[in-house]
């Protein structure tokens, strides 16, 4: 994925769909989440967290995504 709009592209069409979203939480600390992916806006997308999760949704930006701060995987 190059550009913002080619992750946001990408991200519309799994709308729906179970996605894991791995997340750098600090120096060499990652958090890992699953839910389903619920909405794409402009800058950011929500996923809404399984039941186990603390929280019911997580919002991660496209810019996230295009400097690897964010790793969005798709359950094919």
Do not use: C, W
Request: glycine share 4%.
């Amino acid at each position: 994925m190059s550009t913002l709009e080619d992750i946001k592209a990408r991200l519309d069409a799994h709308i729906g769909e179970t996605v894991t979203v791995v997340s750098q939480a600090g120096r060499k600390k990652y958090t890992e989440r699953s839910g389903i992916l619920r909405s794409t806006f402009p800058s950011l997308f929500v996923v809404e967290l399984d039941e186990e999760a603390q929280f019911k949704q997580a919002s991660y930006s496209y810019t996230d995504v295009l400097t690897k701060t964010v790793d969005v995987n798709f359950a094919d």
